[in-house]
């Protein structure tokens, strides 16, 4: 027989009958280990009185059990399927999680098309009615430290999907230390999270068609993220309501941040966008990795960034509607550093680029399949100043490639390839070198 199985089986059972003799003795503590569980610090929101009917306010009801759940130190306060009416808003205090029974962002597109999921169909809905027609009023949730949102739908039921429309405050302010947003659908507010003065902040798996802004990020002087996050016109692409979203709508607006990381998101139908700002705090540097921007008027905005360098990486960008649909547009005040690796830009836009300022600008590995206008005059990149590299790219059309103003200090054309004859136009007066280029 194999000894080795034998101790084996002699540890197990006395193992256990080590346990069930201490049970035996101290029924009591057994007893006491056994309820400290999970679910002794999550309580039902429906305890303190919320109903879920979308008729009755249950504003009241969270926070008081918000509150309780924060003096006891922590927890979760869970909302179970139904639809909340909310006229006020709430807070969540420090290390205690709101949370619906979502476990992954769900998209309830059947607002826009018959047969599918409605908000109020299914799951945890929190209907926002607080701030109506004005902006500066308080967020409908605010987080603090070590809060989070989870597993939510959240969802302006007097918005409506075919007018211009009316402007709330934000869905959600993030505030403190490691504030996050998890697998929550903002169906259709007007500003949608408020990520600013905070630090470390995680938003991560959330849907929706915020109208005005989506995500604003500033004052962070800790690293920010943010993770597949996708906005896309679920809820309305009726004339009036997305003209105006096209007319004015930010999807990402990113202001100070000391190494903001951006991976997988997206966004359909927005004037911008990616916004890079300067605001009173200061300005942007960090890492965007598979971000994408499909029907903007303008995909990605640098109005000015870190000289640290926003490093954007295998990216796709679209802009084929607007006054003047240009693919990436870097101002005239930008003094730091942008790198697109490994991108695609696609749609007949007008152009590509237009690039101005005294910073530098680089595109690597990237792909330019459309441009031009509808004279196909317009050079898929236009440099008017700064410092210019584009290396190893692919230019698909037989139109003017690159072109260099008088003002672009230092410029490095090298290794790309061109449909038909290299068209660069250089009227540079600084160090311009241009080489080892393959055309057609």
Partial sequence: MDITRIRSWTLVSIGAMILAGLCSFGETACAQETSSSAADDTVNVRRFGAVGDGKTDDTAAFQRALDAVGQAGGGTVYAPRGNYLFAGHLNVPNAVTLAGLWQSVPAHNGLRDAGLPKPTDDGTTFLVTEGAGREDGPAFITLNTNSTLKGVVLYYPNQETDAEPTPYPWAIAMRGKNPAVLAVEMLNPFNGIDATRNERHLIRDVHGQPIRRGILVDSIYDIGRIENVHFNPWWSMKPKLFQWQMANGEAFIFGRSDWQYVYNTFCF????????????????????????????????????????????????????????????????????????????????????????????????????????????????????????????????????HIQLGKAVRRAVITGNIFTGAQRIANESEGNVQIGLNSSE
């Avoid at 905005?301 to 360098?309: K, R, Y």
């Fill in 269 to 400: 139908g927005y004037k911008v966008g990616y916004r890079f700002i300067k605001s009173d705090s200061g300005v942007c540097n960090g890492n965007f990795l598979g971000i994408g921007a499909d029907d903007c008027h303008t995909a990605l905005v640098v109005d000015q960034c870190a000289p640290f360098g926003l490093l954007i990486t295998n990216g796709e960008f679209v802009s084929f509607h607007g006054p003047d649909p240009t693919m990436i547009e870097v101002g005239k005040d930008n003094t730091g550093s942008v790198r697109f690796v490994n991108c695609a830009f696609w749609g007949p836009c007008n152009q590509i680029a237009r690039i101005a300022g005294t910073g530098t600008v680089g595109f690597g590995d990237c792909t330019f399949t459309q441009w031009g206008g509808k004279d196909g005059t317009r050079p898929a990149i236009q440099a008017q100043s700064g410092t210019v590299l584009v290396r190893g790219c692919e230019f698909r059309q037989d139109r003017p």
